[in-house]
Nanobody, 116 residues
Framework: QVQLVESGGGLVQPGGSLRLSCTAS????????MGWYRQGPGKQRELVAH???????NYADSVKGRFTISRDNAKNTVYLQMNSLKPEDTAVYYC??????????WGQGTLITVSS
């Protein structure tokens, strides 16, 4: 089965950094656009960052200048580098793949808690 597996979540202090990784299996990774979503307490799921198969990236206004999305097609992996983390970044973060023919896959989610 097609799978996305996230890693890198955890507890971090405000101002700290984390890097999330999402590794895909059983897909032609280079044909998929990839995204990171998050859902905080009492909030709807929102798009955090997106990177197309061609490499162009977009970010939510709340994370611009702090987060960077990148992909390594040779490793079937997409990354989210998160710097200057704030308590409001606390959420479950989900990896998402969008491919041809309306194919899409969600990861299981990983919890990031930003707290002292």
């Amino acid at each position: 089965q097609v799978q996305l597996v996230e890693s890198g979540g955890g507890l971090v202090q405000p101002g700290g950094s984390l890097r999330l990784s999402c590794t895909a299996s059983r897909i032609i990774f280079s044909l998929y656009s990839m995204g990171w979503y998050r859902q905080g307490p009492g909030k709807q799921r929102e798009l955090v960052a997106h990177i197309a198969y061609g490499g162009s990236a977009n970010y939510a206004d709340s994370v611009k200048g702090r987060f960077t999305i990148s992909r390594d097609n040779a490793k079937n992996t997409v990354y989210l580098q998160m710097n200057s983390l704030k308590p409001e970044d606390t959420a479950v973060y989900y990896c998402h793949a969008q491919g041809p023919l309306s194919l899409e896959v969600w990861g299981q989610g990983t919890l990031i808690t930003v707290s002292s």
